[in-house]
């Protein structure tokens, strides 16, 4: 398979980025073009960021499923589409050509129909990283069932949340999943998630970890004996449904600065488009290269990089069910070698947590087959940079930085690998098709003159092929979020520079959005979990630099229960039963790093908690705090400072 739209120079580039902003409607156009459609479209576009409405390919029919599977039957058919190394280097991987997935794909949609999923239903997916959940995924897609992957590492009142929200009837999930020494039993956190819920009809399991499960009769059945019925009448095809470009795809929620995670959603055309572009530019991907994204499906990263991106480009997908630290920190170098990795797209807190082990893991590995390494998530530090360009890339790999978001779909700010210059600790140049903005407070685009680097927040003023649609259930959520800041933009909710060449330096959320380890964690929804525990009388969190984690979590909380068993009074056992519930609530990734007992929060005449001050406290900063004069109670910044940890 060739990629006509593959960008091949600088120049071509900036072609490109001048043609998509001058027509948009014919640049776009052009490229969907290269894609299955059973009906062509009416309209490339049709959009206004008041309501916001956002329309692409308005009129078209097509499947992605056919995009990514049917339509490399002919030349790609035993051409690997999934890799699978499994949790432990000593079990047998699994490799899924194209012919293979299909099958699968197929199968499982009809025990998705046997069981009574419909078009439109919510299916929620709960698995770990195994190839049955990228099957799972896409069968959902044949056969127009909007998933909502969650992460396996949700708990099961955060999965509660999701289900409710997205009034979920079905769920998909195993008994339970590997990471790294860990069992986690899935199917025992679905069922707690399941007490009193009243819309699931049916729960469907795959066999993994084979720990002892509960099978409820009546909702609850088994993969394997679901498909064995398929498979027995010899059926190894279901007609893949007709969906408007516009049609729901699927649904995946994400921190916000409100207490409650929005339910992102995006439709088939479009992410489609963009997906595919973008994966083809960004990495330069070559057909019968290896594409090793290291993210869970249950992010962003996971649903764009693993699965539509690659398997719309006839790509080979890496999927890789454990961590980077298991059995030892040279994980990662061992599977490059294994499979011959080409590209390898990774986290730069992964980065930053095998920086930490030294050389050693990597000695004896060749990495050879390296081309082109991606980072995501969160900003790159020089020092990650380059520890990855010096020994993972051997300094022949370009480094692609592609700044996103759950609600961009894919990547908006990234260098192109080897055509667009890199720059360490910069996201670089916008794709094309993207008109981004620094504004300042007041909503006011930031002007650049001559040579300087400006700064802003980091809107965007018209839409690509992959923005959201709207959040799941409240369209007026998605309006106030991210439309209304700015009148006829969109905000990301981050802060950038731009220097001289154009460049993109994103420096971080400007919300009360925390980053850590590459994944959005809103302050409010830590501080409700927090304050579910009993004797916790309030709490403030904010965010604080970490070596590792980029941001790690500092929670500022008014205690006044006691505990009989904290006998030494250290307050240490009272921590520990408060990240017990913030892990029950929301998950453990979560947790706070740091927790102060406070005797009061400083804040305004009018209740409000200067956060402000928090987070300059919690990085250390104790001695230019700014205006304190508003503050109700001075005195308790004094205490906060003296007990800072
Ligand atoms: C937030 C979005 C994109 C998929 C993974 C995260 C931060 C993301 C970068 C980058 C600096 C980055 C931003 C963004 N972020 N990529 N290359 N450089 N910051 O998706 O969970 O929706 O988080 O991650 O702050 O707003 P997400």
């Known amino acids: 398979m060739s990629y006509p739209y593959q ?18 409607e014919s640049f776009w156009g052009e490229i969907a073009s290269h894609f299955t459609w059973r009906k062509k479209w009416d309209k490339v576009l049709e959009w206004n960021f008041t309501e916001p409405r956002v329309e692409w390919f308005k009129g078209g029919k097509l499947n992605i499923t056919e995009n990514c599977l049917d339509r490399h039957l002919e030349t790609k058919s035993n051409h690997p589409a999934i890799i699978w190394e499994p949790n432990a280097p000593d079990e047998n991987n699994r490799v899924l050509t194209y012919r293979k997935l299909h099958e699968k794909v197929c199968q499982f949609a009809h025990v998705l129909k046997n069981n009574g999923v419909k078009k439109g239903d919510r299916v929620c997916i709960y698995m770990g990283m195994i190839p049955e959940l990228a099957i799972a995924v896409l069968a959902c897609a044949r056969i127009g069932a909007i998933h909502s992957v969650v992460f396996g590492g949700f708990s099961a009142q955060s999965i509660a949340d999701r289900l409710e929200d997205a009034q979920a009837t079905f769920i998909v999930t195993c008994d339970g999943a590997y990471r790294g020494a860990k069992d986690i039993p899935l199917k025992s956190v679905i069922d707690d998630a399941l007490i009193g819920n009243k819309t699931i009809k049916r729960v469907i399991v795959a066999t993994r970890t ?30 893949a449904e007709e969906m408007d470009a516009e049609d729901p795809l699927f649904i995946l929620y994400t921190s916000g600065s409100t207490g409650k995670p929005k339910g992102v959603v995006h439709s088939v055309g479009g992410y489609m488009v ?28 996971g649903h764009s990089y693993i699965v539509y991106g690659p398997l719309s480009a006839g790509a080979t997908s890496l999927l890789f069910e454990g961590v980077p630290t298991w059995p030892d920190a040279g994980r990662f170098w061992d599977i490059v070698d294994k499979y011959c990795v080409n590209i390898l797209y990774t986290a730069p807190t992964a980065i930053r947590s095998l920086m930490g082990f030294g050389l050693g893991p990597l000695q004896g590995k060749n990495l050879s087959s390296l081309k082109v390494l991606g980072t995501v998530g969160e900003p790159i530090n020089e020092e990650a940079w380059h520890w990855y360009d010096e020994h993972v890339g051997k300094r022949k790999c370009p480094i692609v930085d592609t700044w996103w978001q759950t609600e961009t779909g894919g990547c908006l700010i990234s260098n192109l690998a080897g055509i667009t210059p890199a720059k360490p600790g910069w996201a670089t140049l916008p794709m094309p098709g993207l008109e981004m903005v620094l504004v300042d407070e007041n909503g006011k685009e930031v002007i650049q003159q001559g040579d300087e680097t400006i700064s802003g927040n980091l809107c965007i ?25 700015y009148e006829n933009m969109y905000f990301t909710g981050d802060g950038a520079l731009k220097d001289k060449d154009g460049f993109f330096r994103i420096t971080g959320r400007v919300d009360d959005v925390l980053n850590v380890s590459g994944h959005r964690i809103g302050t409010a929804e830590v501080e409700n979990a927090i304050n579910m525990h009993a004797g916790v009388v309030e709490s403030a969190v904010v965010g604080y630099p970490h070596d590792i984690k980029g941001q790690g979590i500092y929670a500022y909380i008014i205690y006044q229960g006691s505990h009989a068993q904290d006998t030494h ?22 947790k706070p790093d740091k927790i102060q007992f406070v005797s009061g929060l400083p804040k305004t005449r009018s209740g409000k908690i200067m956060r402000r001050i928090l987070r300059k406290i919690a990085e250390g900063e104790t001695e230019n705090l700014g205006d304190t004069s508003t503050l109700l109670d001075p005195g308790v910044v004094d205490e906060i400072k003296k007990g800072r940890l």
């Open 7 to 24: 960008i091949k120079s600088f120049e071509a580039y900036k072609e490109a980025y001048q043609k998509s902003i001058q027509d948009p």
């Open 210 to 239: 084979r720990t002892p499960v509960s099978m409820i009769k009546g909702r609850d059945v088994w993969w394997e004996d679901e498909m064995k019925q398929v498979e027995e009448k010899g059926v190894t095809f279901i007609e």
């Open 569 to 590: 009074g250290t307050g240490d056992l009272v921590r520990r039963d408060i990240l017990q519930t913030v892990t029950r609530i929301i998950g453990a990734i979560a």
């Open 461 to 485: 003023k018209s839409p690509w092929p992959s923005i959201l649609r709207t959040t799941y259930g409240d369209h007026e959520r998605c309006r106030t979020n991210y439309f209304a800041t």
């Open 274 to 301: 963009y997906t595919n572009y973008t994966f083809v530019n960004v990495f330069q991907y070559q057909t019968g290269q290896v594409h090793f994204c290291t993210a869970d499906i249950g992010w962003i990263t």
